[in-house]
């Protein structure tokens, strides 16, 4: 059952963390005071948001391979009618597995703009 609460909960943990960390980690270097700067205080704070979005994207797709697993397993006997819990467990499954596909489309959107833009409002 831990593997259905990881596959059902997992992904949006991980773009929780990280929402928080690299939203903090570039207001914090990009404006230290009342006006933004043109480019970050601390020169590696792009590579380290850009590590804090592979780690929370690879597991995104953990948890998402875990749905998946999950579901395949709780398959219910062929013929026959499904006990209760082999449908719950599908069900569980099943959401973990749409609400990691979500979650992996956003932490992949988040990431997107780390390779593509200026990371400072400041900088041209």
Known sequence: ???AWFGLFGAAGAWSVQTLVDYGLVAHFCYPGRA????????????VALAVSAVTLALAVAAL?????DWAAARPAPGGPSPANVDRRRF????GLLVSTVF?????????????APLC????
Do not use: H
């Not at 933004?36 to 590579?47: I, N, V």
């Not at 569980?92 to 959401?95: G, M, P, Y």
């Not at 992996?104 to 593509?116: E, K, Q």
């Not at 409002?121 to 041209?124: D, L, Q, S």
């Open 104 to 116: 992996l489309f956003a932490i992949a959107m988040n990431a997107l703009p780390l390779l593509t």
């Open 1 to 3: 059952m831990t593997r």
């Open 92 to 95: 569980v499954a099943l959401s």
């Open 36 to 47: 933004p700067l043109d480019a970050p205080g601390f020169g590696g704070t792009r590579a």
């Open 65 to 69: 391979f875990a749905a998946r697993r």
């Open 121 to 124: 409002a400041g900088a041209t």
